[in-house]
């Protein structure tokens, strides 16, 4: 069984975004990136699910700039075995990445696709559900457990309250939640042994997807800043604080 | 122009966060419609109707609808976008699990989790987690939106909608409902809660985060929520993780006890109404943000918070 996990490079989670003063992003330039923690989660399921035999070969696939290929270079010494970057410096709709994914999956036909719920800067949730459909593919989101059999898999999700657990047929999306796993850290022989592993770059242009956006960002701004609060001496003064407040 | 809202509810009783995302659709449009998809729901829409401002309320039942499969419900909603302009539902984690399909469905965006609705095609959304703001204006005719139902107010009662029965589409054949299990806590559920108390790493084991935060959440109400640093430590579930990459919460209030404030969990509160923040360390981040700081050591405060509370009543 072979299964493609698409990885986002992104601000790193422990840095905070910074809204650039001209209003028109948030600023990159000098920001430590790294991969998305979802998609740290979506890897290391399908390098265990490779390690217990239920699955042959990880694909890893990124989409972005000529960087993304260290995100790669993580995912493959995570233990991916290759890896392709789809080139593009401009800033795509998780639509567009899902169309862009198609393409993909035309090429490389995969099993399964196994990739983080969210990416943590567009926050949008959207990419793995919008490719499920673009495929007519079924779809298991915010997995906390999968288990891969011969045409199908068994996926556990987190719903609203609980845990819902379905079986999906195979070809089908399947999105990480945080708790699936806990990403391994890369050891430094496998950080060495993924620089010799495949890595095959193309262009986002060259794949046939009409890259437009439907949406134009008019302004990114930076949220509120919360008034000053005060410091209270007891536990006492706390409450009739909140009392006052209306919040108890 | 119509807009077409889809019901969060669990086929026994409609959630608020229907009122709040009909509040986002009345300022798109006086033209609103319900969806209701569910299975046994009836009573569900007839809750609906009584939300003032919609028009009608449509109801499609199926087993898999009831189960919320984000194929059935696509398969309703898709077909029914050739009378609207706009779907919006609430971003709760079945509205995030379907709603992206109907847009990818229609080759449109989708705008994720508005917060404001600025004219019929913009609308201003977090992004990075909350720490920043975008502004987006949308080229599509069809517009597919999940509304974040905290920063709308729930539309009132009082309405009298017609309830029309549809047809619950053709179903998710490449999908089987297994099971389901839901958590029977007494406490709320920490994303729709109205008071939240989370630990931090200062609690030092799993044993002492039981025993000082759940007491106290119960006093209140509240839920229970944790850092990421106590989740990584293994003192509290990762489920009640809050921060960037766990849940991102909005109570009335937030009560953050032993708590330093890192970036990645103040990602995730900051838009609390009113924040409370216990820790030792009176330079912590989190005081910050803090409507209301206590420098003082948990282990003393915390037992003086719940004795100040008995004597306030609760």
Known sequence: MKVLVPVKRVIDFNVKARVKSDQSGVDLANVKMSMNPFCEIAVEEAVRQKEKGAVTEVVAVSIGPIQAQETLRTALAMGADRAILIQTDQDLEPLTVAKLLKAVIAEESPDAVIMGKQAIDGDNNATGQMLAAILDWPQATFASAIELAAGKAKVTREVDGGLQTLEVSLPAIITADLRLNEPRYASLPNIMKAKKKPLDVKEAGSLGVDLKQHLKVLKVTEPAKRAGGIKVETAADLVSNLKTAGVL | ?314
């Open chain 2, 1 to 314: 122009m119509a807009v077409l809202v889809i019901a969060d509810h669990d086929n026994a009783s409609l959630k608020d966060n229907t009122h709040k995302t009909v509040t986002a659709a009345l300022a798109l449009s006086k033209d609103v419609d319900v969806l209701v998809a569910g299975a046994g729901a009836k009573g569900v829409a007839d809750a609906a109707a009584k939300i003032a401002g919609v028009r009608k309320v449509l109801l499609a039942e199926s087993d898999e609808l009831g189960h919320g499969l984000a194929e059935a419900v696509e398969a309703v909603v898709v077909p029914l976008m050739a009378n609207y302009d706009a779907v919006l539902t609430p971003a709760t984690s079945q509205g995030k699990n379907f709603s992206p399909r109907v847009a990818a469905k229609l080759d449109v965006a989708q705008i994720s989790e508005i917060v404001e609705v600025v004219d019929a095609s913009t609308f201003v959304h977090p992004i990075y987690a909350g720490n920043a703001l975008e502004t987006v204006q949308s080229s599509d005719a069809k517009k597919v939106i999940t509304v974040r139902p905290t920063a709308f107010k729930a539309a009132a009662e009082g309405g009298s909608a017609s309830v029309e029965t549809i047809s619950s589409g053709s179903g998710a054949a490449k999908t089987k409902f297994v099971d389901q299990q839901l958590v029977k806590s007494e406490r709320p559920e920490l994303a729709g809660a109205k008071i939240v108390v989370s630990g931090g790493r200062a609690m030092g084991s799993a044993e002492e985060f039981q025993r000082v935060i759940e007491p106290l959440a119960d006093k209140l109400g509240a839920a229970v929520g944790a850092s990421r640093a106590a989740v990584d430590a293994g003192y509290a579930p990762n489920d009640y993780q809050v921060g960037q990459t766990g849940k991102v919460v909005a109570p009335e209030l937030y009560v953050a006890i032993g708590i330093s404030g890192a970036i990645q969990h103040l990602a995730g509160m900051k838009d609390s109404k009113v924040i409370v923040a216990i820790n030792k360390d009176g330079d912590a981040p989190i005081f910050q943000v803090a409507d209301f700081g206590l420098v003082a050591d948990y282990k003393s405060a915390v037992p003086e918070l719940m004795d100040a509370l008995t004597a306030a009543g609760k």
